[in-house]
């Protein structure tokens, strides 16, 4: 008999994620505190409870994709949470991105509860959500990871067992969030100096596309954004700040400095505070626009 699967998070990601686990017929139990996920994961077919408590006492695997590190530990670790609540042996899979000393904690405590737990973050954005194409970076116990294979088989298509510490996903995952803080500021000060000297952003992005300029978030963020002027996120400036700490907490732990990388906070934080945290972080580009009065 299939497993039961909860699913807590369902925004963004969590929501087209637990769609494809529906359509693959297992029976996903469903919960999150906005109504609206809840009626968009009701219709899809989805079963959906009223608390975390509900969702663990149900499920044999829980997976979770929340927003920041605080609500996973609320989610995790309070009375009402999921360790004190889920039946003996079920597996919690964490898609969410948060520090890695919670994917540690986490596993530990789960652990000392007759639990599994495997930290799982994602990379791909919604559309690799949608179209279940996720790159999935997993740390934690092989055999937990083997017997989760086709649930990981079914949200994503690259699906790495990075080893048995279960944060060494959330470290690349942080790296590679690092990487998209400097690709989408590039972006947006290339095409926008691109535009005042007169050449096309669809120029620019065809010659660019075929030179050493090309990336994916330069793809993404211009061709699923920028181009259709639509700034719904997507993956939000809000969560780009968020995983940015978390890559300098990292470097700083590491007795490394980095020399752009650490400026992306202070960037990120103030195109936030022009009011663009909940628009997708490709907004940069509106942001800088404004700071040049263009
Ligand atoms: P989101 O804000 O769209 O979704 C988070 C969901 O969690 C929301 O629906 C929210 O209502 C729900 N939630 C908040 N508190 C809750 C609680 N206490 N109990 C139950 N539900 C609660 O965020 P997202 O973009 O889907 O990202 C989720 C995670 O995935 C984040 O950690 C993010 O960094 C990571 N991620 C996002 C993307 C992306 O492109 N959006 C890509 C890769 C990884």
Redesign the pocket.
Known sequence: MKEKLGF????????PMSINLLRADYEVFG????AK?MEQFVAAGGIGLET?IDIAKQCDVIMT????PH??E??YQSEQGILQHAKKGCLLID????NPELNDTLHTEAKALGLRYLGA??????I??VNAT?TIMVGGDTADYKSATEIFGIVGKNVYHLGTSPSVGTRI?LLN?LMIGFYTEAVAETILLGEKMGIQADTLYEVLSNSYGQSRIYERNYMEYMKNDNYE????TN?LV??LKLAKEMADEAGVSLRIGEKLVDLYSEIAQQGYGENDMSAAYLSLKEKCKL
């Open positions: 807590i998070g369902l925004g963004n990601m969590g929501l919960f999150d505190t906005n996920a975390a994709s929340l927003p920041t609500v996973v609320l989610v898609f969410s991105t948060v973050p994602v990379s791909g954005g919604v690799g959500a996720l995952k969030n996120p997507g993956f939000s969560l968020k995983d």
